[in-house]
């Protein structure tokens, strides 16, 4: 399974846009690129994934590169409930699962 | 949106009983269902995967006696720790997948095994 690379942490103030970058350099083609967020003691929360077109969806916004070798989500405007670990994950069209990453801890603020 | 419910949320048991988690898809049928298990300020680890009617995929490492997975119906998955012990002690998740691509989770069971 290909595996992502991230950020340990990022800050942002609230109301300020949010970029959280994700290196996966071995992606296979038919890898989807998948965002999901978890608040502590929960589950994890979808965010957005795609698999090669840039996506926007209520939450966030996913630009990916043109090599699909990095994304970026994109938060617009950061509240304080953003705060969370992000997790960037491939999921292989073969074996369908979802391994993650450390992610990325967002710290927000007010 | 897609609900997976699981249950119990927390848990407390005796080293060397079992303990068994249910994961049930609310709003659609879960062809695939995957558990993975949490510890303190790490990553989730997949643990297996499951689809309805077969056995279970169990990832390197991960004692399949032990963690008894059942996929019985497109709604309903059980995680069953047999003779658990304090090292079981985790957050267990459990996610579901029905025809699209999203990945729906769980809010997780927190086992504390005395």
């Known amino acids: 399974d290909a595996k992502t690379t991230q950020p340990n942490s990022m800050e942002s103030n609230e109301e300020e846009p949010v970029h959280l970058p994700c290196n996966h350099s071995?992606?296979?083609?038919?890898?989807?690129i998948h965002w999901y967020r978890q608040l502590p003691s929960q589950g994890p929360e979808y965010v957005i994934h795609?698999?090669?077109s840039n996506v926007n969806n209520r939450m966030a916004s996913l630009a990916i590169a043109e090599d699909r070798k990095s994304s970026t989500l994109i938060l617009h405007r950061a509240t304080l409930r953003d705060a969370a670990v992000y997790y960037c994950i491939l999921r292989s069209s073969n074996t369908g699962k979802l391994i993650f990453g450390q992610g990325t801890t967002l710290q927000v603020k007010p | 949106g897609a609900v997976v419910s699981q249950h119990p949320s927390w848990v407390i048991c005796k080293s060397g009983t079992s303990v068994k988690i249910e994961c049930r898809s609310l709003?659609?049928?879960?062809?695939?269902m995957f558990w993975y298990r949490q510890f303190p300020k790490q990553s989730l680890m997949l643990m297996a995967t499951?689809?309805?009617?077969?056995?279970?995929?169990?990832e390197q490492g991960v004692e399949k006696d032990k963690f008894l997975i059942n996929h019985a119906s497109l709604t309903l998955s059980t995680l069953t720790v047999t003779s658990a012990h304090p090292e079981d002690s985790s957050f267990y998740i459990c996610?579901?997948?029905?025809?699209?691509?999203?990945?729906?989770f769980g809010s997780g069971t927190q086992l504390s095994v005395l």
């Open positions: 709003d659609f049928q879960a062809t695939t």
């Open positions: 996610s579901a997948r029905g025809s699209t691509e999203k990945l729906f």
């Open positions: 071995t992606i296979s083609g038919t890898d989807y």
């Open positions: 499951s689809n309805e009617g077969s056995k279970a995929t169990y």
């Open positions: 795609g698999l090669t």
